[in-house]
């Protein structure tokens, strides 16, 4: 594993340093200047993502709303929460600009932790302000590698869970150890798209402009499913095939959920099990009465995958002088070599799926991504500081930034793509040679998506 200053840890040990005065030449170098180039910030207003993909047929179109509500629904001990759980329903997390989105600004976690008398201590990277975070530990205590998920939360204490005294894992050792790693929730939408596009179409786009990526360090490989061997292309290392596959390893890993896809519960204490496995499968009886029977027959997870799948793409803001200039900037220094700003679907089941043009502005490959951002994981192919281009649609009315949510500065998050290892050095080097006028419209064009 590469050396790397854990993000949280290099916060706290800041603020040591403030108050001794022998530490002061220890203190990171300051930020580099930013010669008065602002992120404009949030876009305010309607949220601009969360809706059904225009064109849908009535079937799907009522398939969609049902799905939405069923994303919507708490769990509790009795549908299947727990025993170890980091939210209690998919839209806790999923909930920025709207239904399906990323991290919320008020972190839902807080009051979670003690929801129906669970008596969950809060861990101290759990900020109200925060981003929504989900941890992983980088080693296991005999020093293999982990890189798997520990929840934060326990349903000890609730009234729902009687006779249950599992404990929280000791999250302040982890941070001592400098053994635990972040990431933060991925918007759902438009996503059944990117589930479309074939694997042709994605590997056209990674070959090309191979001159200009080789001039400039850019080169990338994709994360790959190792039983059917295709391309895997959700989660912040590419790591999952697909859509419901995520469904089913999100309701077990972050609510506790077991299902079709992953039958068997994480926890295994005997005093803590209360219901008959799967808890989530199909409903035989279907009397759910949604609208949609399609919806009301299905298992959570399908549910959860139909709504993602059938959701829209965000919309962009109209274009200004402003943002037409900064995209051009974006697609001449390099940013889109990585961040593809447009891609073309399959044929599709789907009638608003097929042929559809969409702009995701990314490639679904991963990149090493340097020193700064490592994160010490391995999943698939992807390596310890390798992560997928993270789609830029929707950046526009999004709150926290990067696979760990460690700014809410679109500056920041740009200037962090750059350290020792990173494909996207030159990239970097280029933005900062821009004049303070190209910076700043690049960044209008950023909060346009
Ligand atoms: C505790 C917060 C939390 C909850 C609850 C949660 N998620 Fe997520 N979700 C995340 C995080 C964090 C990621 C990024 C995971 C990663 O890459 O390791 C994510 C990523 C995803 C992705 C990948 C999207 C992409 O851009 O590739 C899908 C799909 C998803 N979640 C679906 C769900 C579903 C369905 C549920 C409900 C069963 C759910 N999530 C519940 C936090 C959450
Ligand atoms: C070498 C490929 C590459 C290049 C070049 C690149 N990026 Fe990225 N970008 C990524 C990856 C990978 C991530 C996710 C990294 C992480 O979260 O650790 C990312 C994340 C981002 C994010 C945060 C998105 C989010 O969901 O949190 C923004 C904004 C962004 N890039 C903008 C840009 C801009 C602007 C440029 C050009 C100046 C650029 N990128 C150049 C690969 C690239």
Redesign the pocket.
């Known amino acids: 594993m590469p050396k790397r200053i854990n993000f949280n840890a290099r916060v706290i040990f800041t603020m040591t340093c403030l108050f001794s005065f022998s530490a002061l030449a220890a203190l990171p170098p300051p930020p580099p200047q930013n010669q008065g180039i602002k992120d404009p910030g949030v876009q305010n207003g309607q949220a601009r993502a969360g809706g059904a993909l225009p064109g849908l047929t009535p079937l799907e179109m009522k398939f969609f709303s049902s799905s939405r509500e069923r994303?919507q629904n708490i769990d509790a001990v009795q549908n299947g929460l727990g025993p170890r759980y980091?939210?209690t329903?998919?839209s806790?997390?999923?909930a920025w600009p709207s239904v399906g989105g990323s991290s919320p600004s008020r972190n839902p976690?807080i009051a979670m932790a003690n929801a129906n008398g669970a008596q969950n201590s809060i861990p101290s990277f759990i900020n109200l302000n925060g981003p929504?975070r989900?941890a992983r530990f980088v080693k296991n205590p005999d020093g293999t590698a982990d890189g798997g998920v520990h929840d934060l939360f326990v349903i000890t204490g609730r009234s729902d869970a009687p006779g249950c005294k599992i404990t929280q894992p000791n999250f302040d050792a982890q941070l001592a150890n400098n053994n635990i790693v972040f990431?933060?929730?991925?918007?759902?939408f438009g996503?059944g798209l990117v589930e479309n596009v074939s694997e042709q179409t994605l590997k056209n786009v990674l070959a090309s402009n191979a001159p200009l990526k080789a001039q400039l360090g850019i080169s990338g490989h994709f994360n790959v499913n190792g039983n059917d061997g295709t391309i895997t292309?959700?989660?912040?290392?590419a790591?999952?095939k697909s859509?419901l596959m995520?469904?089913g390893e999100?309701?077990n890993v972050?609510?506790g959920v077991t299902n079709d896809l992953f039958p068997n519960e994480r926890e295994t204490d005997p005093n803590c099990q209360y219901n008959h496995h799967p808890e989530d499968t199909t409903d035989l009886s279907g009397i759910n009465n949604s609208g949609s029977p399609a919806s009301d027959y299905s298992s959570d997870i399908v549910n959860?995958a139909a709504f993602?799948r059938l959701s829209a793409a965000p919309q962009p803001a109209p274009p200004t002088n402003v943002s037409v200039q900064g995209k051009a900037v974006f697609n001449s220094i390099g940013c889109q070599l990585c961040h593809t700003p447009t891609l073309v679907t399959d044929k599709s089941t789907f009638s608003a799926q097929n042929n559809i043009t969409f702009n995701p502005y990314s490639d679904f490959a991963v990149h090493a991504m340097g020193t700064g951002l490592a994160d010490g994981v391995t999943q698939g192919t992807a390596n310890n500081q390798e992560f997928r281009t993270a789609?830029l649609w929707g950046v526009g009315q999004r709150l926290f930034f990067m696979h760990d949510g460690r700014t809410t500065d679109l500056t920041q998050a740009i200037s962090q793509h750059a350290s020792p290892g990173s494909e996207a050095n030159a990239v970097i080097q280029n933005f900062k040679s821009l004049t303070p006028q190209d910076q700043q419209s690049l960044l209008v064009f950023l909060r346009s998506l």
């Open positions: 994303f980091n939210g329903g998919c806790t997390c999923h976690q929504v989900v990431r933060i929730p991925t918007p759902l996503l292309r959700f989660g912040w290392k790591q999952n859509l995520f469904a999100a309701y972050e609510t959860f993602s789609p």
